[in-house]
C-alpha cells in the first residue's frame, strides 16, 4: 500500500511505480494516508445473501465507509467459493486500497491474498478467520469460544438444568438431547462447538444430558455452508433413525438461527409443538429477526445477539488505520492462529438472548423495532 520511500525518491521513480502497477487505479502500491476518502476504495467481499446477518453486516460497512466518504465495492458470493475468489480478485484489479473479507471457506483464497499482498493491500478478515495464509493483517471478530459457552448455557437454563446466573437449577433430567455444528470449512464453527461441548460435558458425564443418537463429534453433526435444508433434513433423519420409539428429544444445541429454523421446521412435521408434545428447547445465533419471532413467540428458545453494527464500527476503524499507514488497535494477540500465524484481533463480546430479553437487547438498542420483531420481518 504504501511507498513512503518511492514517494521521497521523487517523480521519475514514481512514474516508473505507477506504470508497473498497469495503471489499475489507487489501489496498491501508493501511499494513502495522504489520500482524500472519495480518492479511496474499500473492497467488502461478503459470504451470501440467504442469511439475513450478511446483509445487515455488507449494509452497515458500507453505510459507515460511505459516510466517511469511502468509496465501497460491495460484493456477495452466492456461497460459492470459485465466485468469491473471482470477486476478491476482481476488487484487486478494480484498485482496491484495503480488503475486508468474509470468507466462504477460510482456506480457500490463498492465491488471492497473495495477489493482494504483493500490492500491499492490507486484508482484513471479517468475522471468519482467514486460514493458512501469511497475509491476512487483521481480523475483526467476537469472541467466538463464548458464543459457544452461552449456547450451551442458554441450552441448559432452557432445559432447567442452570438457572441465569450459573447456579444449579430445579431440573435434573435425564434429558434427550442432539447437536449441531456449522460449516466445517468455517473456522467459526469449531470454536463454537468446542466452546458448547465444553460446557455439556460435566452434563453428559453425570448423565443428566443423553445424546440419544451418540453422534457428538463435530464431522458427524456438522452442516456444511450452514444450509437450513440440510439441517432441516438432519433433524428429520435424527427423528427416524433415534425417536421412533416414543421417546423425546428435549432439547438441540444449534449454534446459528438459521439451522435452528430448519430444526424447527422438523420438529413441528413430526408433531412437536402442542402443549402434550412440547417443542424441544433449541438455541441459536445472530438474532435473525425471523428467529427473534419465534423467541419471542415461544418456539425457539434462544439466540445468541452479536451486534453487526458494532462489528462493522470495528472493520471500519481498523480499514481506517490502515489507510493512514497505522496499525489497527487489537484486544487479542493470542488466540487466532490462523495455522501459520497468530493473527491480531479485535473480539467483540456477546449477550444471550431470552424471549425476556427481546426488549432491552434487541428494540431499546435499536437493532429492531417492535413491529419487525411481531412481524418476523426486518425494514
Ligand atoms: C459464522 C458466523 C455466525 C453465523 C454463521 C452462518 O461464521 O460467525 O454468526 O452467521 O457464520 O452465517
Not at 476482481?90 to 483464497?109: E, K
Request: glycine share 10%; net charge negative; charged share 20%.
Amino acid at each position: 500500500m504504501k511507498r513512503r520511500l518511492l514517494a521521497a525518491l521523487g517523480g521519475a521513480v514514481l512514474a516508473f511505480s505507477l506504470a508497473a502497477c498497469g495503471g489499475e487505479g489507487a489501489g496498491g502500491d501508493t501511499d494513502t494516508s495522504g489520500q482524500a476518502p472519495q480518492d479511496l476504495t474499500i473492497g467488502v467481499s461478503m459470504p451470501t445473501q440467504t442469511s439475513e446477518r450478511w446483509i445487515a453486516d455488507g449494509n452497515s460497512v458500507k453505510e459507515k465507509l460511505e459516510a466517511k466518504g469511502y468509496k465501497v465495492d460491495l460484493q456477495y458470493a452466492g456461497d460459492d467459493i470459485p465466485t468469491q475468489s473471482q470477486q476478491v480478485d476482481q476488487m484487486i484489479t478494480r484498485g482496491a486500497d484495503v480488503l475486508i473479507i468474509a470468507a466462504i471457506d477460510g482456506t480457500a483464497l490463498s492465491s488471492q491474498l497473495q495477489a493482494a499482498a504483493d500490492k500491499k493491500i492490507p486484508v482484513i478478515a471479517y468475522d471468519r478467520l482467514i486460514r493458512d495464509s501469511q497475509n491476512v493483517d487483521f481480523y475483526v471478530s467476537f469472541d467466538n469460544f463464548k458464543v459457544g459457552v452461552a449456547q450451551a448455557n442458554a441450552l441448559l437454563v432452557g432445559l432447567g438444568l442452570q438457572n441465569k446466573d450459573g447456579s444449579k437449577g430445579s431440573k435434573t433430567g435425564p434429558f434427550n438431547i442432539e447437536v449441531f455444528a456449522g460449516s466445517l470449512d468455517d473456522n467459526n464453527a469449531h470454536f463454537f462447538f468446542d466452546g458448547a461441548m465444553q460446557t455439556l460435558k460435566p452434563f453428559l458425564d453425570n448423565g443428566s444430558l443423553v445424546v440419544k443418537s451418540k453422534q457428538t463429534a463435530i464431522e458427524q453433526v456438522a452442516i456444511l455452508r450452514w444450509q437450513q435444508e440440510t439441517a432441516q433434513k438432519r433433524m428429520e433423519d435424527l427423528l427416524t433413525s433415534t425417536y421412533n420409539d416414543g421417546s423425546k428429544v428435549n432439547g438441540v444445541l444449534s449454534p446459528y438461527d438459521g439451522l435452528s429454523r430448519g430444526i424447527i421446521t422438523a420438529l413441528q412435521n413430526a408433531g412437536y409443538g402442542p402443549a402434550a408434545n412440547p417443542i424441544p428447547v433449541v438455541t441459536g445465533q445472530d438474532a435473525e429477526i425471523a428467529s427473534v419471532k419465534l423467541i419471542n413467540d415461544g418456539v425457539q428458545g434462544s439466540t445468541i445477539f452479536k451486534d453487526t453494527r458494532l462489528l462493522a464500527e470495528q472493520a471500519v476503524i481498523a480499514a481506517e488505520a490502515f489507510l493512514q499507514e497505522k496499525q489497527p488497535q487489537a484486544n487479542d494477540t493470542t488466540t487466532y492462529d490462523n495455522g501459520v500465524k497468530v493473527v491480531p484481533s479485535y473480539l467483540l463480546p456477546v449477550q444471550t438472548v431470552f424471549k425476556d430479553d427481546i426488549k432491552t437487547a434487541l428494540i431499546d438498542s435499536g437493532y429492531y423495532t417492535a413491529e419487525e420483531v411481531a412481524a418476523g420481518q426486518a425494514k
